[in-house]
C-alpha cells in the first residue's frame, strides 16, 4: 500500500501519517456552533473531514471519531470578547439557549446526511462534562499554568514554551482583546492569556451558568475541545481536524491547555480545512440570507452534487463559490451517473488483477494529502479502462465507500427512470433496440445499421447518449 501523508499544520510539511497505536485512529473534530443554521462553508470542513475518515477506514485504521457540540461559551470573536452567540442565537428567535442548541443540533445532522457526511462515533454537547471542565481549570491553577484575576481564571501562556504554533504572526499581530471597538482585557498578564472559566460576564443575561470553586460562572469555548478530546479519545489524540479559522487561537489554546494539563504532547497531527467563500468575500452566517443546504434544495440543487463540487477541488486551497460552478458540478455529476448507468453488472466476473492496478492512482491520489481531485479523475479511468462492466462497478462501489457520491444509487436510479420512460413502448421495437445494442458492442455494425434503418421506415429514430439509447417517435 502507498505511504500515506498528510500536511501537518504543527510542521508545516506534508508527513507521514501515523498514529500512537498501530491500526487505531482517535480524531477529533471540532463540531458547530448551534445558534444558526450550518452554512455550506461550514459543511465544506466537514465533507473534507468525512472523506478523510472515511479515507483512513478504507486504508486500514480503526477509527474512533469525536466531536463536540459547542452549545456554550463561543463568544462573537474568537477571542474572549463579543457577544455569546448562542444567547444571541436565543434572544433572535425568542426562545430558550437549550431550545435552539436542540434545535439547530439536530438541523446540522440533517444537513449532514443529506451531504453523506457520516455522523461521528461520539458527539459531545459541551454542557455535558462541566465538571470535567472545573477538574481540569484546577489542575491548571494547581500547576501554576493559569490564574485568577477578577473573578474570571485565565491561562497564562508564559508558563509554557511553544505557545505560537499555529501562527506565523509576531506578538504584536497576536494583540487579542484590541480589535476596533473592542476594549482589552487589562486583566490579562499576557496579551495571549485566555479565559479558562467566566464568572464575570459582561452579559447579564448569560443563561447558563454553573458553581464552581471559582463562583458561578461558565466556561471559556476552548477548554470544552480538549476536555472532551481527552474524555473520548485519552491522553493522546492522533489526529485534530478544524476549519482553517479554528487553528488560532481556538487550536493553539487547545494545545497549551491540553499539555499544560497532561505534562506531554498530545496530538501530533492537525488537519485544517481552508475556506470557501462566496464571491463577495468570507461566508458568514451573521449576513442576511446565507447558504445553506436547504437553500441550495429550494433551488433545485441535489446536495451531493455540493459535496462533488468540494472534493473537485483541494482541501488545502480556498474554494470560491458560485451557483455557476455549482451548475458545472451539476453538469460533470449528471454526466458521470450517465456514463454509470450504462455498465452492466452481469458483464463478465470480477477481475481482481485489472482492479488492484486501477486501484493504484486512487491510492496514490488520496495518499498524496487527500487529492480527490486526482481520486476523481481515477474513477474516470475506470470508466474509460478495457475491462468489463462488472470489474468496473465493482471498483466505482469501492472509490464510492470513501467519496460518499451516491454513485451506484443515482445510477441506479436513472436507470429505472429510463426504463419507466419506455414502459409503454412496444416490446418488438424494444426488442430491437437492444438486439442493436449487442450488434454494436459485438462490432457488427452490418446488423446495427440494419435495425436502425428498419425503424426508421417505423418512424423512429435512435439517439445515442451517454445515458444509453433515446427512442424518437417522429
Ligand atoms: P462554527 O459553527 O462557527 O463553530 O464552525 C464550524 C466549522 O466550520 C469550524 O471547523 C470552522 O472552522 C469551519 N468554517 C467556518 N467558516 C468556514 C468557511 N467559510 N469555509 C470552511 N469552513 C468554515
Ligand atoms: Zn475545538
Not at 73 to 99: F, Q
Not at 409 to 433: H, Q, S
Request: hydrophobic share 35%; net charge negative; with cysteine.
Amino acid at each position: 500500500m502507498e505511504t500515506l501523508r498528510l500536511y501537518n499544520s504543527l510542521t508545516r510539511k506534508k508527513d507521514v501519517f501515523t498514529t500512537k497505536e498501530e491500526g487505531k485512529c482517535g480524531m477529533y473534530t471540532c463540531g458547530p456552533t448551534v445558534y444558526h443554521f450550518a452554512h455550506i462553508g461550514n459543511l465544506r470542513s466537514y465533507i473534507m473531514e468525512d472523506v478523510l475518515e472515511k479515507y483512513l477506514r478504507y486504508y486500514g485504521y480503526d477509527v474512533r471519531r469525536v466531536m463536540n457540540i459547542t452549545d456554550v461559551g463561543h463568544l462573537s470573536s474568537d477571542a474572549d470578547e463579543g457577544e455569546d452567540k448562542m444567547v444571541k442565537g436565543a434572544k433572535r428567535e425568542n426562545k430558550t439557549v437549550m431550545d435552539i442548541a436542540r434545535f439547530y443540533t439536530d438541523a446540522f445532522f440533517e444537513d449532514c446526511a443529506k451531504l453523506n457526511i457520516k455522523r461521528p462515533d461520539v458527539v459531545e454537547p459541551a454542557t455535558n462534562l462541566i465538571p470535567e471542565y472545573i477538574e481540569m481549570v484546577q489542575t491548571l491553577l494547581d500547576k501554576g499554568h493559569a490564574y485568577i484575576a477578577d473573578g474570571n481564571v485565565y491561562f497564562d501562556t508564559s508558563t509554557i514554551d511553544k505557545y505560537y504554533v499555529f501562527n506565523d504572526h509576531d506578538e504584536e499581530d497576536l494583540a487579542v482583546g484590541v480589535r476596533d471597538g473592542v476594549e482589552e482585557d487589562t486583566n490579562k498578564k499576557n496579551k495571549a492569556d485566555f479565559v479558562l472559566w467566566f464568572t464575570k460576564s459582561k452579559f447579564e443575561d448569560q443563561a447558563l451558568k454553573w458553581d464552581s470553586p471559582w463562583g458561578t460562572g461558565y466556561p471559556g469555548w476552548h477548554i470544552e475541545c480538549s476536555a472532551i478530546s481527552i474524555k473520548h479519545l485519552g491522553e493522546y489524540c492522533d489526529l485534530h481536524c478544524g476549519g482553517i479559522d479554528n487553528a488560532f487561537p481556538h487550536h493553539t489554546n487547545e494545545i497549551a491547555q491540553s499539555e499544560a494539563y497532561l505534562g506531554h504532547e498530545w496530538c501530533r497531527q492537525w488537519f485544517h480545512v481552508l475556506h470557501l467563500n462566496d464571491e463577495t468575500g468570507k461566508m458568514s452566517k451573521s449576513k442576511g440570507e446565507f447558504l445553506t443546504v436547504s437553500l441550495l434544495e429550494s433551488k433545485g440543487y441535489n446536495p451531493i452534487v455540493y459535496r462533488f463540487f468540494c472534493l473537485q477541488s483541494h482541501y488545502r486551497k480556498t474554494l470560491v463559490f458560485s451557483f455557476d460552478a455549482l451548475d458545472n458540478a451539476v453538469q460533470a455529476y449528471d454526466k458521470l451517473i450517465a456514463r454509470i448507468a450504462t455498465l452492466d453488472p452481469e458483464d463478465g466476473a470480477v477481475d481482481e488483477a485489472a482492479m488492484d492496478e486501477l486501484r493504484v492512482k486512487f491510492n496514490r491520489s488520496m495518499c498524496n494529502d487527500l487529492n480527490t481531485a486526482m481520486a476523481i479523475t481515477a474513477l474516470y479511468d475506470v470508466l474509460k479502462a478495457k475491462i468489463n462492466g462488472a470489474t468496473k462497478l465493482a471498483l466505482i462501489e469501492e472509490f464510492d465507500t470513501v467519496l460518499s457520491l451516491d454513485l451506484i444509487k443515482a445510477a441506479g436510479e436513472l436507470r429505472k427512470k429510463e426504463a419507466e420512460k419506455y414502459a409503454d413502448e412496444n416490446p418488438e421495437v424494444l426488442a430491437l433496440v437492444e438486439e442493436r445494442t449487442a450488434a454494436k458492442k459485438a462490432k457488427d455494425y452490418a446488423r446495427a445499421d440494419e435495425i436502425r434503418d428498419i425503424l426508421k421506415e417505423k418512424g423512429i429514430t435512435l439517439k445515442d447518449t451517454p445515458a444509453g439509447v433515446e427512442i424518437i417517435h417522429e
